[in-house]
Protein backbone atom coordinates (compact mmCIF):
# COMPACT_ATOMS: atom_id res chain seq x y z
CA UNK A 1 0.00 0.00 0.00
CA UNK A 2 1.49 3.03 -1.05
CA UNK A 3 1.87 6.08 1.38
CA UNK A 4 -0.89 7.83 -0.11
CA UNK A 5 -3.32 4.74 -0.10
CA UNK A 6 -2.18 4.37 3.44
CA UNK A 7 -3.46 7.61 4.70
CA UNK A 8 -6.85 7.42 2.84
CA UNK A 9 -7.37 3.88 4.55
CA UNK A 10 -6.38 5.03 7.95
CA UNK A 11 -8.98 8.24 7.60
CA UNK A 12 -11.48 6.14 6.15
CA UNK A 13 -10.84 2.79 9.37
CA UNK A 14 -11.09 6.04 11.84
CA UNK A 15 -14.38 7.00 10.19
CA UNK A 16 -15.77 3.72 10.62
CA UNK A 17 -14.51 2.97 13.93
CA UNK A 18 -16.32 6.36 14.99
CA UNK A 19 -19.54 5.09 13.00
CA UNK A 20 -18.94 2.12 15.04
CA UNK A 21 -18.60 4.06 18.66
CA UNK A 22 -21.51 6.28 18.01
CA UNK A 23 -23.73 3.36 17.02
CA UNK A 24 -22.58 1.88 20.94
CA UNK A 25 -23.70 5.00 22.21
CA UNK A 26 -27.15 4.08 20.82
CA UNK A 27 -27.07 0.94 22.52
CA UNK A 28 -25.70 1.47 25.42
CA UNK A 29 -28.55 4.73 25.90
CA UNK A 30 -30.84 1.63 24.71
CA UNK A 31 -29.80 -1.05 27.88
CA UNK A 32 -30.39 1.30 30.12
CA UNK A 33 -33.78 3.12 28.84
CA UNK A 34 -34.77 0.02 28.01
CA UNK A 35 -34.56 -1.49 31.19
CA UNK A 36 -36.59 1.12 32.84
CA UNK A 37 -39.30 1.23 30.43
CA UNK A 38 -39.74 -2.97 30.81
CA UNK A 39 -40.08 -2.21 34.20
CA UNK A 40 -42.25 0.13 34.76
CA UNK A 41 -44.27 -1.51 31.88
CA UNK A 42 -44.45 1.82 30.18
CA UNK A 43 -45.83 0.87 26.61
CA UNK A 44 -45.63 3.86 24.42
CA UNK A 45 -41.47 4.21 25.66
CA UNK A 46 -41.06 0.74 24.57
CA UNK A 47 -42.40 1.05 20.84
CA UNK A 48 -40.33 3.93 20.82
CA UNK A 49 -37.43 2.07 21.64
CA UNK A 50 -38.47 -0.31 19.27
CA UNK A 51 -38.79 1.83 16.41
CA UNK A 52 -35.75 3.84 17.54
CA UNK A 53 -33.79 0.13 17.14
CA UNK A 54 -34.26 0.72 13.43
CA UNK A 55 -31.95 3.86 13.49
CA UNK A 56 -29.14 1.09 14.65
CA UNK A 57 -30.04 -1.33 11.75
CA UNK A 58 -29.64 1.43 9.51
CA UNK A 59 -26.05 2.51 11.08
CA UNK A 60 -25.04 -1.11 11.32
CA UNK A 61 -25.26 -1.81 7.65
CA UNK A 62 -23.90 1.48 6.32
CA UNK A 63 -20.83 0.38 8.56
CA UNK A 64 -20.41 -2.61 6.78
CA UNK A 65 -21.09 -1.68 3.34
CA UNK A 66 -18.04 0.77 4.25
CA UNK A 67 -15.97 -1.64 5.15
CA UNK A 68 -16.70 -3.93 2.45
CA UNK A 69 -15.75 -0.91 0.31
CA UNK A 70 -12.10 -0.46 2.08
CA UNK A 71 -11.43 -4.03 1.60
CA UNK A 72 -11.89 -3.89 -2.10
CA UNK A 73 -10.73 -0.54 -2.89
CA UNK A 74 -7.83 -0.76 -0.41
CA UNK A 75 -6.56 -4.60 -0.34
CA UNK A 76 -5.13 -3.73 2.96
CA UNK A 77 -2.56 -6.83 4.21
CA UNK A 78 -1.70 -7.59 8.07
CA UNK A 79 -2.50 -5.40 10.63
CA UNK A 80 -4.19 -2.90 8.54
CA UNK A 81 -6.57 -6.45 7.44
CA UNK A 82 -7.41 -7.28 10.93
CA UNK A 83 -7.98 -3.71 11.83
CA UNK A 84 -11.10 -3.39 8.91
CA UNK A 85 -12.14 -7.33 9.21
CA UNK A 86 -12.21 -6.44 13.37
CA UNK A 87 -14.35 -3.73 12.87
CA UNK A 88 -16.65 -5.89 10.50
CA UNK A 89 -17.21 -8.31 13.69
CA UNK A 90 -17.68 -5.68 15.94
CA UNK A 91 -20.13 -3.53 14.32
CA UNK A 92 -22.21 -7.20 13.69
CA UNK A 93 -21.92 -7.30 18.00
CA UNK A 94 -22.78 -3.74 18.65
CA UNK A 95 -26.28 -4.02 15.94
CA UNK A 96 -27.12 -7.56 17.71
CA UNK A 97 -26.98 -5.88 21.20
CA UNK A 98 -29.27 -3.24 19.80
CA UNK A 99 -31.77 -6.50 18.82
CA UNK A 100 -31.85 -7.53 21.95
CA UNK A 101 -33.06 -4.71 23.85
CA UNK A 102 -34.94 -4.20 21.14
CA UNK A 103 -36.64 -8.06 22.47
CA UNK A 104 -36.80 -6.89 25.86
CA UNK A 105 -39.26 -4.23 24.64
CA UNK A 106 -41.49 -6.58 23.01
CA UNK A 107 -41.40 -8.68 26.32
CA UNK A 108 -42.83 -5.89 27.78
CA UNK A 109 -45.40 -5.66 25.13
CA UNK A 110 -46.12 -9.52 26.20
CA UNK A 111 -46.19 -8.75 30.25
CA UNK A 112 -48.34 -6.00 29.94
CA UNK A 113 -50.58 -5.58 32.91
CA UNK A 114 -48.30 -8.25 35.11
CA UNK A 115 -46.67 -7.87 37.85
CA UNK A 116 -42.81 -8.91 38.88
CA UNK A 117 -42.13 -9.12 42.51
CA UNK A 118 -39.45 -6.93 44.03
CA UNK A 119 -36.59 -9.31 44.41
CA UNK A 120 -36.98 -10.59 40.65
CA UNK A 121 -36.84 -6.82 39.82
CA UNK A 122 -34.10 -6.14 41.97
CA UNK A 123 -32.08 -8.82 39.84
CA UNK A 124 -33.16 -7.91 36.41
CA UNK A 125 -31.99 -4.45 37.49
CA UNK A 126 -28.80 -5.59 38.65
CA UNK A 127 -28.52 -7.73 35.77
CA UNK A 128 -28.94 -4.45 33.46
CA UNK A 129 -26.77 -2.87 35.31
CA UNK A 130 -24.10 -5.24 34.87
CA UNK A 131 -24.66 -5.82 31.37
CA UNK A 132 -24.39 -2.09 30.72
CA UNK A 133 -21.22 -2.00 32.36
CA UNK A 134 -19.56 -4.81 30.58
CA UNK A 135 -20.95 -3.40 27.35
CA UNK A 136 -19.28 -0.13 27.64
CA UNK A 137 -16.23 -1.77 28.74
CA UNK A 138 -15.79 -3.72 25.74
CA UNK A 139 -16.08 -0.64 23.64
CA UNK A 140 -13.56 0.88 25.66
CA UNK A 141 -10.92 -1.54 24.55
CA UNK A 142 -11.94 -1.03 21.18
CA UNK A 143 -11.23 2.57 21.28
CA UNK A 144 -8.16 2.66 23.33
CA UNK A 145 -6.92 -0.76 21.78
CA UNK A 146 -6.67 -1.88 25.36
CA UNK A 147 -5.97 -6.11 24.56
CA UNK A 148 -5.17 -6.33 28.51
CA UNK A 149 -8.74 -5.08 29.51
CA UNK A 150 -10.53 -6.84 26.09
CA UNK A 151 -9.01 -10.06 27.41
CA UNK A 152 -10.39 -9.25 31.00
CA UNK A 153 -14.11 -9.04 29.76
CA UNK A 154 -14.37 -12.69 30.08
CA UNK A 155 -13.68 -12.96 34.03
CA UNK A 156 -15.90 -9.86 34.59
CA UNK A 157 -18.76 -11.61 32.66
CA UNK A 158 -18.80 -14.32 35.34
CA UNK A 159 -20.93 -11.85 37.34
CA UNK A 160 -23.70 -11.55 35.05
CA UNK A 161 -23.69 -15.38 34.61
CA UNK A 162 -24.08 -15.45 38.41
CA UNK A 163 -26.98 -13.27 37.98
CA UNK A 164 -28.64 -14.70 34.95
CA UNK A 165 -28.97 -18.38 37.12
CA UNK A 166 -30.18 -16.47 40.01
CA UNK A 167 -32.79 -14.52 38.42
CA UNK A 168 -33.95 -17.43 36.49
CA UNK A 169 -34.07 -19.80 39.94
CA UNK A 170 -36.34 -16.57 41.74
CA UNK A 171 -38.30 -16.91 38.32
CA UNK A 172 -38.84 -20.72 38.31
CA UNK A 173 -39.48 -20.61 42.50
CA UNK A 174 -42.10 -17.96 41.75
CA UNK A 175 -43.91 -20.09 39.03
CA UNK A 176 -43.71 -23.41 41.48
CA UNK A 177 -44.74 -21.44 44.27
CA UNK A 178 -47.99 -20.16 42.03
CA UNK A 179 -46.76 -16.63 42.54
CA UNK A 180 -46.30 -16.33 38.82
CA UNK A 181 -48.28 -17.53 35.69
CA UNK A 182 -46.60 -19.61 33.32
CA UNK A 183 -46.42 -16.80 30.69
CA UNK A 184 -45.15 -14.76 33.00
CA UNK A 185 -41.82 -16.81 34.02
CA UNK A 186 -41.35 -18.05 30.41
CA UNK A 187 -41.09 -14.22 29.54
CA UNK A 188 -38.89 -13.03 32.06
CA UNK A 189 -36.72 -15.87 31.77
CA UNK A 190 -36.07 -15.24 27.96
CA UNK A 191 -35.38 -11.36 29.37
CA UNK A 192 -32.85 -12.77 31.71
CA UNK A 193 -31.38 -14.68 28.64
CA UNK A 194 -30.91 -11.43 26.47
CA UNK A 195 -29.31 -9.05 29.03
CA UNK A 196 -26.88 -12.76 29.60
CA UNK A 197 -26.49 -12.36 25.60
CA UNK A 198 -25.69 -8.91 26.01
CA UNK A 199 -22.50 -9.76 28.22
CA UNK A 200 -21.40 -12.43 25.95
CA UNK A 201 -21.46 -10.09 22.95
CA UNK A 202 -19.37 -7.67 25.27
CA UNK A 203 -16.70 -10.81 26.00
CA UNK A 204 -16.81 -11.39 21.94
CA UNK A 205 -16.16 -7.71 21.19
CA UNK A 206 -13.25 -7.92 23.67
CA UNK A 207 -11.84 -11.11 21.66
CA UNK A 208 -12.13 -9.25 18.28
CA UNK A 209 -9.91 -6.58 19.74
CA UNK A 210 -7.51 -8.86 21.03
CA UNK A 211 -7.76 -9.91 17.49
CA UNK A 212 -6.96 -6.13 16.04
CA UNK A 213 -4.02 -5.41 18.39
CA UNK A 214 -1.89 -8.45 18.42
CA UNK A 215 -3.96 -11.20 15.75
CA UNK A 216 -4.89 -13.53 18.53
CA UNK A 217 -7.66 -15.52 18.70
CA UNK A 218 -9.57 -18.09 21.17
CA UNK A 219 -9.38 -20.38 18.33
CA UNK A 220 -6.38 -20.39 18.09
CA UNK A 221 -4.85 -21.78 21.14
CA UNK A 222 -7.51 -24.67 20.35
CA UNK A 223 -6.07 -25.31 17.13
CA UNK A 224 -2.30 -25.15 18.81
CA UNK A 225 -3.56 -28.19 20.61
CA UNK A 226 -5.28 -29.71 17.78
CA UNK A 227 -1.87 -29.68 16.01
CA UNK A 228 -0.19 -31.08 18.81
CA UNK A 229 -1.89 -33.86 19.05
CA UNK A 230 -1.59 -34.76 15.40
CA UNK A 231 1.87 -34.89 15.33
CA UNK A 232 3.62 -38.52 15.60
CA UNK A 233 3.46 -40.62 19.05
CA UNK A 234 -0.11 -38.65 20.16
CA UNK A 235 -2.55 -40.40 17.58
CA UNK A 236 -6.29 -39.97 16.94
CA UNK A 237 -7.19 -41.85 20.26
CA UNK A 238 -5.48 -39.04 22.54
CA UNK A 239 -6.85 -36.35 20.07
CA UNK A 240 -10.69 -38.14 20.44
CA UNK A 241 -10.32 -37.98 24.74
CA UNK A 242 -10.37 -34.25 24.57
Not at 67 to 73: P, R
Not at 172 to 199: D, F, K, P, W
Request: with cysteine; aromatic share 4%; glycine share 8%.
Amino acid sequence: MTEELRKTFHEELDSIKNGIVRMAGRVSEAIVRGTEVFLAGDMAAAETLISNDDVIDAMSIELEERCYQVLALQQPMASDLRAITGALWINGEVERCGDLMSNICKAARRMHGTTINPEVRGLIQQMSDEAARLFRLSIDSYIEGDSGLASALDDIDDRLDELNEETVKAVLSGHTNSEMELNLSVQLALVCRYYERIGDHAVNIGERVSYIVNGWKPENTGAARAQIRLEPGIGAKELDKD
